[in-house]
């Protein structure tokens, strides 16, 4: 596992296969950092599939409203709900949407971005200023490879929990 430089902005993802560390910017987005660390300390992003997930571009996940199994995983809505928590505004940076970033999903409307988000499994420069980037996979880059793809995958990966560092 990476070395952790700041506990309390870094997430652990566990997938099947093992840990992702995300390093995540609060310096960039704060408002969607501070979502994230909610949600993982609430156990909302425990077990959430990822809903869609297409090869060579990115791997989305986080709809916390859909997308979990124990609670009511349809794989027709996953992807349409998010959290209880109202949006959040776009914090757009030059931070670029290179492999490994994790990116805010929204819809049209560039400030609906809420519980969702996606990690790219490559370069996605033409999605540069108009996603917030909040985050960066350090480690374990490799597990999120191997995620299931499909739209929805047939038999979707999921997180199995996500933590604050901090908190382990």
């Known amino acids: 596992m990476a070395d952790i430089k700041d506990p309390e902005n870094t997430i652990i993802m566990t997938l099947t296969g093992g840990d992702v560390v995300i390093e995540l910017l609060p310096d960039v987005a704060p408002a969607h950092v501070d979502r994230m660390k909610t949600l ?8 959430v599939a990822f809903h ?90 490799e597990h999120v490879d191997a995620i299931a793809k499909g739209e929805p995958p047939m038999n979707p990966d999921r997180m199995i929990s996500v933590k604050v560092a901090a908190d382990v």
Do not use: C, W
């Open 52 to 141: 869609r997930v297409i090869d060579g571009f990115m791997a989305q996940t986080g709809d916390v409203a859909n997308a979990n199994m124990e609670k009511n995983y349809n794989p027709g809505r996953a992807g349409t709900g998010g959290s209880d928590l109202p949006d959040l505004p776009a914090e757009f940076s030059k931070v670029p949407h290179g492999r490994g970033s994790l990116g805010a999903a929204r819809s049209a409307n560039p400030n609906s971005a809420n519980s969702q988000f996606f990690i790219n499994f490559k370069d996605n420069d033409f999605l540069n200023g108009q996603y917030t980037v909040y985050g960066q996979v350090v480690s374990g880059m």
């Open 40 to 47: 993982a300390r609430n156990g909302d992003y425990d077990n």
